[in-house]
């Protein structure tokens, strides 16, 4: 009785409500077909909420009519029955864990039940696998595969073979997902699934470019009673697909396309025909066109929002790669992170790609304008005028005519009915207050407030960013590839810099050529390292070697592309290799490809040469001369290549200075100036000092030392109100006797300084806020390093950073001070007058950071910073949010 009844009142009508609420799912579900369709269908859930648009009720009779079995008909057969429908229950209410708890004691206590065993094991899997627990999953489905070969009954194998091949769809395994996908299809032959798996199964063959197979699957599909959207997709992918197989199909793919367009049951999927036509066209190299109909598949755009971020992301990178319009390029990427799903694959790069625009950008306009200048400089001398003149004279209308054509500019939206004055009736739109009301709200809600201008949709913005009036022509005058273009609006000016600019001599076409093999090889580098896209980064590569063979970057981007082919087309890779260890055999590239743990040796090595000088720094900081005297010239004999090897050099020098008269000194830094005529940071010191003893060497001969003893009242490397490196800090070279030469000191032996030399370019004035911070002009700035580390002692960073301030920006009178404050150590250059002027600083001294800091590279970080924004850092978290802003928006 407990067996009728178990199986007739409850297991019967238990299976009918959960293939009505799985027939509900299969009819709400929306499938996005750009994507592989999911094997399965399971409810969509937010935060662990499962949608509110299906009828949970059935789930919870389901729930107590098991319950019921399990407490009333405990001498039944059907209990293991009851479990798996508990399970299933809480998988459909989107209770994973709760079901993997159910399928999971079902499988272990009714082992003697194969095919209850199968099931259980099958669902457990699933609902691991909802909850993105792939590997648990995959344990799972091992010990499932273990008893296939026991299962009798063909049919129910297919929901297990189906879950098999999710999982190698998961682990992007497409040859085991086809086979299993095939297997699942020859035991469901009457399950409602096989349409859909077929599907799939052509989906899968199509990304493995076994076109043959996957129009045969297609084919299948279209003449099975699908549901319309499938099969209307699985058509559209048959033309598609018999234009990539050639032949007669090729020619008249477009008029199939378009043949589509007249048939009114098409009309909600109108924008994946143009969107499809726009991919033939841009496939064909006809961009002008594919624009077109990409626009075109935007406008038609009603509910498919998948379908319009991916004709908005390929709007946006024909502006940025075929037609270097970089401020349309800005708005669409910006629109295709606010309409494409995150779980997009690739949504990560696009919203990198989108925030970091301006780096790309301001290379990629490089580029262009030397190649512009350098093709009007092949030009006969008469020419070159006119063709000047053509190219600046659009510059006083450019910014007339983007204001005019504003609207297909953006190409967002088609612009219906804005002159027909027949709309201004009572059943406008706007003349409605509540439907205006409620639209304001939608709007608000989606995008935030945004101020009422042109290109409103841009949410990340850069404040260097340059103006339409720029991108149209294609022209700048900046030379750093970081700086914002100045905008100008005479004419004969922007003539005459063309003019100056032009690279008419050998000397100035190689200067303009490094300028672009620069660019190409930054954006390769950032492709590569911050956007993690290698592909993008070996085509600007392969870009860069075809252009110039020959350039100072070989080593580097031989090596790249060695690493980027490695595993996938291994002749290439193995050709770089050995371009690498033929060409570049001492090179730090080649040392590792021969012994791959040399960058760890390496690192391990320059920690070991920084705790070195730390610890010999702390002997003269003690007045240990003659130690430090000593200890140089052992560690010289044994390791003549360290990195460190000038300030070893220069600290001798100046101990010696601290022991010896006038001519020991001089004699020290000539050895320095023949040894190191390459370095940045203390050659030009050294020559500096030399040469203010030598303007002053009477005085200092008359010293039984050459350098007198430093006043230990006053404290070591904290900028005293005197503006000259007297003996009174701690530890200088040069100090003068008499307190009235001191200002001498500080002339520059430049005609200028490098400060002084900073291009007046003028920033954007849009003010960006976030938070407590703000883009707004100061005037004081700050270069500010960052050490995320509070227990290091700084005291031979900051000696190294006046090295290079007294070397290379004498008579300025820059300080550095140390502001601390939770694990983080600020050590801040200024006092700055502008932006520009801490930009060129920090473009100087970058470059020398390893060697001046002395710490290891991966915990500190530098930054501008103005002095509003400086006063509002008293915490960790408002440092890194500052870091971020800084990054976003300089």
Same mark, same amino acid.
């Given at each position: 009785?407990?067996?009728?009844?178990?199986?007739?009142?409850?297991?019967?009508?238990?299976?009918?409500?959960?293939?009505?609420?799985?027939?509900?799912?299969?009819?709400?579900?929306?499938?996005?077909?750009?994507?592989?369709?999911?094997?399965?269908?399971?409810?969509?859930?937010?935060?662990?909420?499962?949608?509110?648009?299906?009828?949970?009720?059935?789930?919870?009779?389901?729930?107590?009519?098991?319950?019921?079995?399990?407490?009333?008909?405990?001498?039944?057969?059907?209990?293991?029955?009851?479990?798996?429908?508990?399970?299933?229950?809480?998988?459909?209410?989107?209770?994973?864990?709760?079901?993997?708890?159910?399928?999971?004691?079902?499988?272990?206590?009714?082992?003697?039940?194969?095919?209850?065993? /199968?099931?259980?094991?099958?669902? !457990? +899997?699933?609902?691991?696998? *909802? =909850?993105? #627990?792939?590997?648990?999953?995959? $344990?799972? %489905?091992?010990?499932?595969?273990?008893?296939?070969?026991?299962?009798?009954?063909?049919?129910?194998?297919?929901?297990?073979?189906?879950?098999?091949?999710?999982?190698?769809?998961?682990?992007?395994?497409?040859?085991?997902?086809?086979?299993?996908?095939?297997?699942?299809?020859?035991?469901?032959?009457?399950?409602?699934?096989?349409?859909?798996?077929?599907?799939?199964?052509?989906?899968?063959?199509?990304?493995?470019?076994?076109?043959?197979?996957?129009?045969?699957?297609?084919?299948?599909?279209?003449?099975?009673?699908?549901?319309?959207?499938?099969?209307?997709?699985?058509?559209?992918?048959?033309?598609?697909?018999?234009? /990539?197989?050639?032949?007669?199909? !090729? +020619?008249?793919?477009?008029? *199939? =396309?378009? #043949?589509?367009?007249?048939?009114? $049951?098409? %009309?909600?999927?109108?924008?994946?025909?143009?969107?499809?036509?726009?991919?033939?066209?841009?496939?064909?190299?006809?961009?002008?066109?594919?624009?077109?109909?990409?626009?075109?598949?935007?406008?038609?755009?009603?509910?498919?929002?998948?379908?319009?971020?991916?004709?908005?992301?390929?709007?946006?990178?024909?502006?940025?790669?075929?037609?270097?319009?970089?401020?349309?390029?800005?708005?669409?990427?910006?629109?295709?992170?606010?309409?494409?799903?995150?779980?997009?694959?690739?949504?990560?790069?696009?919203?990198?790609?989108?925030?970091?625009?301006?780096?790309?950008?301001?290379?990629?306009?490089?580029?262009?304008?030397?190649?512009?200048?350098?093709?009007? +400089?092949?030009?006969?001398?008469?020419?070159?005028?006119?063709?000047?003149?053509?190219?600046?004279?659009?510059?006083?209308?450019?910014?007339?005519?983007?204001?005019?054509?504003?609207?297909?500019?953006?190409?967002?939206?088609?612009?219906?009915?804005?002159?027909?004055?027949?709309?201004?009736?009572?059943?406008?739109?706007?003349?409605?207050?509540?439907?205006?009301?409620?639209?304001?709200?939608?709007?608000?809600?989606?995008?935030?407030?945004?101020?009422?201008?042109?290109?409103?949709?841009?949410?990340?913005?850069?404040?260097?960013?340059?103006?339409?009036?720029?991108?149209?022509?294609?022209?700048?005058?900046?030379?750093?590839?970081?700086?914002?273009?100045?905008?100008?609006?005479?004419?004969?000016?922007?003539?005459?810099?063309?003019?100056?600019?032009?690279?008419?001599?050998?000397?100035?076409?190689?200067?303009?050529?490094?300028?672009?093999?620069?660019?190409?090889?930054?954006?390769?580098?950032?492709?590569?390292?911050?956007?993690?896209?290698?592909?993008?980064?070996?085509?600007?590569?392969?870009?860069?070697?075809?252009?110039?063979?020959?350039?100072?970057?070989?080593?580097?981007?031989?090596?790249?592309?060695?690493?980027?082919?490695?595993?996938?087309?291994?002749?290439?890779?193995?050709?770089?290799?050995?371009?690498?260890?033929?060409?570049?055999?001492?090179?730090?590239?080649?040392?590792?490809?021969?012994?791959?743990?040399?960058?760890?040796?390496?690192?391990?090595?320059?920690?070991?040469?920084?705790?070195?000088?730390?610890?010999?720094?702390?002997?003269?900081?003690?007045?240990?001369?003659?130690?430090?005297?000593?200890?140089?010239?052992?560690?010289?004999?044994?390791?003549?290549?360290?990195?460190?090897?000038?300030?070893?050099?220069?600290?001798?020098?100046?101990?010696?200075?601290?022991?010896?008269?006038?001519?020991?000194?001089?004699?020290?830094?000539?050895?320095?100036?023949?040894?190191?005529?390459?370095?940045?940071?203390?050659?030009?010191?050294?020559?500096?000092?030399?040469?203010?003893?030598?303007?002053?060497?009477?005085?200092?001969?008359?010293?039984?030392?050459?350098?007198?003893?430093?006043?230990?009242?006053?404290?070591?490397?904290?900028?005293?109100?005197?503006?000259?490196?007297?003996?009174?800090?701690?530890?200088?070279?040069?100090?003068?006797?008499?307190?009235?030469?001191?200002?001498?000191?500080?002339?520059?032996?430049?005609?200028?300084?490098?400060?002084?030399?900073?291009?007046?370019?003028?920033?954007?004035?849009?003010?960006?806020?976030?938070?407590?911070?703000?883009?707004?002009?100061?005037?004081?700035?700050?270069?500010?390093?960052?050490?995320?580390?509070?227990?290091?002692?700084?005291?031979?960073?900051?000696?190294?950073?006046?090295?290079?301030?007294?070397?290379?920006?004498?008579?300025?009178?820059?300080?550095?001070?140390?502001?601390?404050?939770?694990?983080?150590?600020?050590?801040?250059?200024?006092?700055?007058?502008?932006?520009?002027?801490?930009?060129?600083?920090?473009?100087?001294?970058?470059?020398?950071?390893?060697?001046?800091?002395?710490?290891?590279?991966?915990?500190?970080?530098?930054?501008?910073?103005?002095?509003?924004?400086?006063?509002?850092?008293?915490?960790?978290?408002?440092?890194?949010?500052?870091?971020?802003?800084?990054?976003?928006?300089?």
């Amino acid at each position: 009785m407990q067996n009728l009844t178990a199986r007739y009142n409850y297991i019967y009508n238990a299976k009918v409500l959960l293939i009505n609420h799985q027939q509900e799912i299969t009819e709400t579900y929306v499938d996005n077909y750009d994507q592989i369709l999911p094997v399965y269908l399971g409810p969509e859930t937010d935060n662990n909420e499962v949608s509110t648009s299906l009828n949970l009720k059935p789930m919870d009779d389901i729930i107590k009519k098991a319950q019921t079995i399990i407490l009333e008909k405990s001498y039944s057969n059907y209990i293991d029955d009851a479990y798996i429908l508990l399970g299933k229950a809480n998988f459909f209410n989107g209770n994973y864990f709760n079901a993997t708890e159910y399928f999971d004691y079902t499988a272990k206590t009714y082992k003697g039940n194969v095919n209850s065993q /199968l099931e259980a094991l099958n669902w !457990k +899997a699933r609902s691991l696998m *909802q =909850l993105k #627990r792939i590997s648990e999953a995959n $344990k799972v %489905l091992d010990s499932l595969e273990s008893i296939l070969p026991d299962i009798k009954k063909k049919s129910n194998l297919a929901e297990p073979f189906a879950t098999l091949a999710q999982m190698c769809i998961y682990l992007d395994n497409n040859a085991a997902a086809i086979s299993y996908l095939k297997d699942a299809i020859k035991a469901g032959t009457g399950t409602d699934n096989r349409i859909r798996w077929t599907y799939i199964l052509a989906q899968l063959y199509e990304r493995q470019k076994n076109y043959p197979d996957a129009l045969i699957n297609y084919r299948k599909v279209v003449k099975s009673n699908a549901p319309f959207e499938m099969y209307f997709n699985a058509n559209l992918n048959q033309i598609k697909l018999r234009t /990539l197989q050639g032949g007669p199909q !090729k +020619a008249n793919k477009q008029d *199939q =396309l378009l #043949r589509l367009l007249k048939d009114d $049951k098409n %009309l909600d999927y109108n924008d994946q025909v143009y969107f499809q036509i726009a991919e033939s066209h841009a496939a064909d190299e006809e961009y002008t066109e594919a624009l077109k109909y990409y626009q075109l598949s935007i406008q038609k755009s009603t509910t498919n929002q998948y379908q319009k971020g991916l004709s908005y992301l390929r709007i946006a990178d024909l502006n940025f790669k075929v037609f270097k319009d970089y401020l349309k390029a800005k708005s669409y990427y910006d629109s295709t992170v606010n309409t494409l799903p995150k779980n997009y694959p690739g949504y990560e790069l696009i919203l990198k790609k989108n925030q970091n625009l301006q780096y790309l950008t301001n290379r990629y306009q490089i580029i262009s304008v030397e190649d512009t200048l350098q093709s009007i +400089a092949k030009l006969p001398e008469a020419d070159r005028a006119a063709k000047i003149q053509q190219l600046a004279t659009p510059v006083a209308t450019t910014q007339q005519s983007a204001n005019t054509n504003s609207a297909s500019t953006a190409g967002y939206q088609p612009n219906y009915g804005r002159n027909n004055t027949a709309q201004l009736q009572s059943s406008f739109y706007f003349s409605n207050p509540a439907a205006v009301s409620i639209g304001f709200s939608d709007f608000k809600r989606k995008w935030g407030n945004r101020k009422l201008e042109n290109n409103w949709r841009q949410s990340i913005r850069t404040s260097a960013q340059e103006t339409s009036q720029e991108i149209a022509n294609n022209i700048n005058t900046s030379t750093e590839p970081d700086e914002a273009a100045p905008v100008v609006k005479d004419p004969q000016t922007l003539i005459k810099q063309y003019t100056d600019a032009l690279p008419v001599t050998p000397e100035l076409l190689a200067k303009s050529n490094q300028k672009i093999i620069d660019a190409y090889y930054e954006i390769a580098s950032f492709y590569l390292q911050e956007l993690n896209s290698p592909k993008e980064a070996a085509e600007v590569y392969q870009l860069l070697l075809s252009r110039f063979p020959a350039n100072n970057h070989l080593a580097a981007t031989y090596y790249s592309l060695f690493l980027i082919n490695k595993g996938g087309d291994e002749a290439k890779s193995a050709d770089f290799k050995s371009r690498v260890l033929k060409d570049f055999p001492s090179s730090m590239y080649a040392k590792i490809i021969i012994d791959p743990s040399f960058s760890l040796k390496q690192s391990e090595l320059e920690t070991a040469t920084n705790k070195q000088y730390n610890d010999l720094f702390e002997q003269y900081l003690k007045k240990d001369f003659n130690t430090v005297i000593n200890r140089v010239n052992e560690i010289s004999k044994n390791n003549t290549s360290s990195f460190l090897a000038p300030q070893f050099a220069y600290l001798k020098a100046i101990a010696i200075g601290r022991t010896n008269n006038v001519d020991a000194l001089l004699t020290a830094f000539s050895s320095i100036t023949e040894q190191f005529p390459d370095d940045k940071l203390i050659t030009p010191l050294v020559k500096e000092n030399a040469a203010y003893i030598n303007d002053h060497l009477s005085d200092f001969q008359k010293r039984d030392t050459a350098l007198i003893d430093f006043d230990p009242n006053e404290p070591p490397f904290f900028g005293p109100a005197k503006s000259i490196p007297t003996v009174a800090k701690a530890p200088e070279p040069v100090a003068s006797q008499k307190p009235e030469q001191t200002a001498k000191v500080q002339e520059p032996v430049k005609a200028a300084s490098p400060l002084q030399a900073a291009p007046d370019v003028p920033k954007a004035t849009e003010v960006k806020v976030d938070g407590p911070f703000s883009t707004a002009t100061s005037t004081v700035y700050y270069y500010v390093i960052d050490v995320s580390d509070a227990s290091l002692t700084l005291s031979s960073s900051r000696f190294g950073i006046g090295q290079f301030n007294r070397g290379n920006y004498a008579g300025s009178g820059l300080k550095h001070q140390l502001k601390e404050f939770d694990n983080d150590q600020l050590i801040y250059v200024g006092n700055f007058s502008n932006f520009d002027e801490a930009k060129t600083y920090a473009s100087g001294i970058t470059p020398q950071l390893k060697q001046i800091m002395k710490v290891p590279v991966n915990i500190y970080t530098s930054f501008i910073i103005s002095k509003e924004n400086f006063e509002k850092l008293t915490s960790k978290a408002l440092l890194d949010k500052y870091i971020e802003f800084y990054k976003n928006n300089y």
